[in-house]
């Protein structure tokens, strides 16, 4: 097998809060396949995102190594990391707060390709706009729309066009969906998985959702406190953990389908006996 | 044609408290003309049980819970259908019933400690026994050390602790009724879970009327009862919550589809076309029509009532009527 894109060695991140030290990140290792999907899971405060960002680049207080295509991503020189910058991007949580509210969206698009010097003209930036509009599934009437007129999954349509039209081959998403009703959410992740097959998008999904988690992702991490507690194939994970943290966040993780099989005649019956009761007798 | 009479079913089971019929909201902006945000909502809620509404941002389910409890938002009116109480007791908002909300780090003030924020809304009768009244609230909502948590101001508490504090304050005027809306969707799952219990214990225990407001199918599925889903405004299905394992409305049938099963893969989930239309673009005739597999003319020009049928259950589609092709 090929060398892996992404190949991240003893990741530390640590924050400095006033006299407080924070690990938030703890000795995290991982390799990421061209193509594949790797899911981090955990509750908040886990380091998830912070992992997320400091794989990128974008943390300053980071230990050990990470390696894009063999390249060391801490310590890059100028150029290399505005090259890096268009082959490994990220997609946050807040449709609302990437987007800047006073650009149109083709006009916003069209600042991010020329600032990376992907096109000659205004003209041959439009063209590109539209493309890749269509590309993640919205009409090109959209680019003359401003953010606020358009829906949460639209926006999150564009936030991922903003991404893919730079070049982006490793794409973070941070919680992509959460902020998303559940129709929409659908029909998101169906473009993330669509965009892994046609192009080869090689994806570090972040979440809290288990249910989305096993959906989309090939391999799984489970963070608790900055540390990775279990790791492997999603199937294997979910289907058979084996940290107490993983089967704990599972039970907890309310289904339908568990539910309803639970349920009496009487009503619900919670299934959550592995918590113990909060009210004390 | 008349809609179905929720106040009907589950005979026995609770006494009603509180009795929506007809609740339409209006919002009447200024020098423009009335917009309905909600329509024809009936609901019943009874002591010891757990009613659900659910559905998508912008469906009016919060709007319907703020009617309820007469907090509806600036230039919102409730102008249709009326609200009844039940039996003796304390009825309206702030005695009758309570609220829960999202996010509890807002609700809570930041400068005062939490047994100092319980302690004034205490009620009157329970003034002159304050501290014994706290201690018993805050046994209620299962705090481990009740006197830390009552010297504490809301930052020092985590969300879970927190929302318990908004329990405990909510229940402090004994009301009857306690609506809670999204309470567990700004925290972690393990915490969500305990709430979750929490809530339903004090629904048996303090034989409470709640309404939980929720987009989380999963979520009613572990703790309500009834279900009433809500679509743009209307109640499109609803029945105990069993009705999950067959649900007849296409969007019931479609939000299950679009769900992630953490139990099995599928290979591609089949999300529902389109988006919940905002206020001013709610389409004639049945709202899920453009977004409906199932659509035919009648459903372009006619809305379709909410029906009761059978086992306690009520749906508004054309195609799921006697007579209709679904």
Redesign the interface.
Known sequence: MSRPLLQVENLSVRYHTGRHRVDAVREVSFDLSRGRCLGVVG??GSGKSSLARAVLGLEEQVTGRVDFEGQAVLNMTREARLAFRRRAQIVFQDPVGSLNPRMKVGVALGEVLRVHGLVASRVEGDAQVRTWLETVGMDPVYAGRFPHEL????RQRVNLARALCVGAELLVADEPVSAL???????I??LL?ALQKSRGITWMLIG?????M???ADEVLVMQKGEVVERGS??EV?RHPSHPYTR?????????????KR?TAE??S???KE?A????D | MKSTDLNERVKGVGEAVLTASGLGVGFIPEGGHRQEVVGDVNLCLRTGRMAALVGESGCGKSITAAALGGLLPRGMKMDQGEIQWAGAGACGPGRGLAYVFQDPGECLDPVFTIGNQIREVLPKEDRSRAEERLAELFRTVGFDEPARVQASYSHQLSGGMQQRAMLAMALAGRPRVLVADEPTTALDVTVQAIILRLLAELQRKENLAVLLITHNLGVVAEVADDLHVMYAGRVVESGPVELLREPWHPYVKGLLRALPRLEENVSRLEGIDGSVPPLGRRPSGCRFHPRCPLAHAVCREQEPPLLGREGNRAVACWACMEGGWA
């Open positions: 509750e908040s829906s949460g999954g639209q009703d559940v129709s929409v959410q659908a029909q992740l169906n998985q809290h959702d288990l249910a989305v096993h959906h989309m999603a199937d979910f704990e966040l599972i039970a907890a993780a309310p289904s339908v389908e568990r539910a309803l349920r009503g619900p919670l299934g959550l918590l009761s909060p009210v004390q």
